[in-house]
């Protein structure tokens, strides 16, 4: 009897999972397209174009293995299983655990409805499984990164002297502040050509969803393993070593700086974040590569640590999670998050840029974009909806969490013991966007005033007692608290007016 393997678009690998030991004269593959996930928000068309061709490159790599694939383009998933069920029926379907909320459920209702069966194996796409998570957390207080990151290196004992971490420290954030001065020779970094696939993926998507956010023209993303493994190959050799010192920067003009770029290919499946952490582990092992620890160990709490600790804050938040909003935010998300037109250097570059590449880096996602975001008090769920909707790289089970939890605070602090808010001081020190600014970084309350400054502090304001409570907030909500009440007054005044300016469009 043959078996029915359910692949879907985030499952992209014949190396683990049911196609790992599956012969192709047993087995037939079933792949669904669907159109209700493109059309449910304004994708950007890259992200379409991307997934439309990775999962058409996949099924013709299978074909070219000898399976049967089914490639359907339906209206959802249930529509492509019943499709798929009427030439099949009573087949049993096998398929990885999916990731993202409500899948399983919708997969389960549509082939049960159709009289078939389905089971759900796990998903090996993962680092760490629900057990480990689930008998790390049980009685902890409060769940945070630092510790299920030393908790999960242990196990595997990467970069472990025994017991101990190596180096003696299982942090380096503190060294991993640098920016790069002026000149500094960046790195090129491997794009992809689109190949035929692609490019009929391009046309396909650009005639289908013509409004929809971004631009095709600069796509470059990996759409096959080999181009998956060629990408985590340029990254290890040319950028890794610089990966730590420069994290957290922002450059004008510069996209990438020494990010890997590999949320795409791992978010995809075409990656498996075991062999990209071994993989860099490797090079990094080699005093000749001249990695320095901080880069090694920061690439790997990002991949070790962050990414699985956030699926699994997912996984236990969900649905919920998705709905918080513990600050009561009500702004509606302002068109500049589409336009990309503000007079504010940080939010335009960085808007302009997934508007082009579907990509920002970390602390542009979290300290421009969400922060801006977060201290003008806009609804997390819209500003959820616009990060889905935006990136390439962008899933549910990973923009949920890092836009509800990390950058709004909207669960009150599940996993985070403080908001991620700044001012413009901030982005003037890891950046060198304010040098361009119409608006004045120094200045808090004057009519030029950095934007950034005076909603930072009227975002202090509104919730001065939470943060009089909150350990980490208390310093700075009392020395609010103590201000001359005068100059208090003119900087909530001048938040008023950059409020105003942000709801007419002219900020
Ligand atoms: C508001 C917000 C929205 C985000 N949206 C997404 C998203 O849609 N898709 C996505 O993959 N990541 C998202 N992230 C996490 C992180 O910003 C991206 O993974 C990273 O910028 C991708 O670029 P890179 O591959 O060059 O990452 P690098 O800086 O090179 O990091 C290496 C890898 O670590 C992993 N990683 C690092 N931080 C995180 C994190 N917080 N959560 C999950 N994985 C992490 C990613 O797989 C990444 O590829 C978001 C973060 C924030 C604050």
């Known amino acids: 009897m043959a078996e029915h393997i359910l692949v879907l678009g985030d499952q992209l690998t014949e190396r683990v999972g049911p196609l790992f030991s599956a012969e192709p004269d047993r087995a037939r593959v079933l792949m669904i397209e669907s159109r209700e996930l493109a059309a449910g928000l304004p994708h950007h068309k890259q992200k379409l174009m991307l997934v439309f061709s990775a999962m058409r490159h996949f099924a013709q790599t299978l074909r070219e293995r000898g399976f049967d694939v089914s490639y359907l383009q339906a209206a959802n998933f249930a529509t492509g299983i019943r499709e798929y069920l009427d030439e099949f029926p009573g087949a049993e379907l096998v398929v990885m655990r999916p990731t993202d909320w409500g899948v399983e459920r919708e997969i389960i209702d549509a082939a049960v409805g159709a009289g078939a069966h389905v089971n759900v194996v796990d998903n090996e796409l993962w680092l760490t499984s629900d057990a480990e998570f ?60 689109p190949d035929a696939l692609t490019v009929e993926a391009r046309a396909q998507v650009d005639a289908t969803w013509p409004d929809h956010f971004g631009d095709t023209r600069a796509f470059a993303w990996p759409v096959t393993r080999e ?58 092992s080699d005093p000749l590569n001249g990695v320095p620890l901080a880069s090694i160990e920061g690439f790997i709490r990002q991949v070790l640590g962050w990414r699985e600790f956030m699926r699994h804050i997912y996984r236990i938040g969900m649905p919920h999670l998705r ?145 009089v409570a909150n350990h980490r907030m208390a310093v700075i909500a009392r020395g609010w608290a103590k201000r001359d009440p005068e100059a208090k007054a003119r900087i909530l005044a001048r938040a008023g007016d950059v409020l105003e300016k942000l709801s007419d469009n002219t900020l």
């Open 227 to 284: 181009q998956a493994v060629q990408a985590l190959e340029d990254f290890v050799e040319h950028r890794l070593a610089s990966f730590g010192p420069y994290e957290d920067a922002m450059v004008e003009g510069e996209d990438v700086l020494y990010h890997s770029l590999l949320s795409v290919p791992l978010n995809l499946g075409l990656l498996h974040p075991r062999e990209v952490c071994e993989r860099a582990l490797a090079h990094a």
């Open 323 to 467: 709905e918080a909003n513990g600050l009561d935010a009500t702004r509606p998300l302002p068109n500049l998050y589409w336009s990309g037109s503000t007079r504010m250097t940080c939010l335009q570059r960085s808007v302009d840029q997934i508007a082009r590449t579907g990509h920002a880096h970390h602390i542009q996602r979290l300290m421009v974009l969400g922060n801006f975001a977060l201290v003008a008090g806009v609804d997390p769920r819209e500003l959820n909806d616009w990060f889905l909707a935006t990136f390439v790289d962008a899933l549910d089970w990973v923009v949920t969490p890092n836009v509800m939890g990390m950058s709004q605070f909207a669960d009150l602090g599940s996993f985070t013991s403080k908001p991620y808010a700044a001012s413009g001081k901030y982005i003037d020190r890891m950046s060198n966007y304010c040098a361009s600014c119409a608006y004045d970084v120094k200045s808090v309350d004057g009519d030029n005033s950095c934007p950034m400054n005076s909603l930072y502090w009227s975002f202090i304001d509104r919730h001065r007692e939470r943060w």
């Open 134 to 193: 689930d008998a790390w957390a049980e009685g902890r207080k409060s769940l945070r990164l630092e510790y299920f990151y030393r908790s999960v290196r242990k196990a595997r004992g990467w970069l472990m002297d025994g017991d101990k971490p190596v180096g003696g420290r299982w942090n380096y954030d503190a060294e991993n502040r640098q920016v790069p001065g002026p000149g500094h020779d960046f790195p090129s970094v491997a794009g992809f050509e």
